[in-house]
């Protein structure tokens, strides 16, 4: 479903792509996600879109957050709003859909196809209205997962479907290998 003179953007939901790779069991490695989609057409920008918490000390996509940005993907980020839910849990919101669905829209008279990589029903409108002038999308994201991580309507309304899981041997990252167990100092006076 790629030509290789078509003009791609990828859009990612960052936490959507997260959270159905997490229900797969593995990790994306986003050099060669970008590599993938390089190879399949002509990728004008990959966009990456995420909430960050900003009074946090240390928040753990923040190095994710600036290698992306230093290794050929365009950043879409905002703060993320904290509050606390009616039985007192400490929650984070932080939706990207309308910066997403914007940028989308201003750069469809530039592509042909449009790479989106969420499951989000909410994004079905977006889709039709990018179709209508003219580009193709594809969806990535996953039914393999207990539930599954795609919108029925969304996965109809697109162009083509991509399995995340079918993904996995080109753009994962390989597990990583635990260190080995350390001799104890006894074995070592032996």
């Not at 996953?142 to 080109?170: G, K, W, Y």
Request: glycine share 6%; aromatic share 10%; net charge negative.
């Amino acid at each position: 479903m790629f030509y290789k003179d078509e003009r791609l953007a990828l859009f990612i939901d960052g936490s959507n792509l997260y959270a159905a790779a997490k229900a797969l069991g593995f990790d994306i490695d986003y050099k060669l996600l970008r590599q993938e989609f390089m190879r399949r057409g002509k990728l004008l920008r990959a966009f990456y879109y995420t909430a960050l918490l900003e009074n946090e000390e240390y928040s753990p996509i923040r190095p994710l957050v600036d290698w992306l940005n230093y290794n050929g993907f365009t950043m879409v980020t905002k703060p993320a709003k904290e509050y606390t839910d009616s039985m007192g849990r400490r929650k984070v919101k932080g939706n990207m859909d309308i910066e997403l669905a914007v940028d989308a829209m201003e750069l469809a008279p530039r592509v042909d196809h449009i790479v989106l990589f969420s499951g989000d029903g909410d994004f079905r409108p977006l889709i039709e209205s990018l179709q209508r002038q003219g580009v193709r999308v594809s969806v990535v994201s996953t039914i393999r997962s207990q539930p599954p991580m795609i919108s029925d309507d969304l996965r109809r309304q697109a162009d083509n479907f991509i399995e995340l899981d079918e993904l996995r041997d080109v753009i994962g990252r390989p597990p990583r290998e635990e260190p080995a167990p350390r001799p104890s100092a006894v074995a070592n006076e032996r």
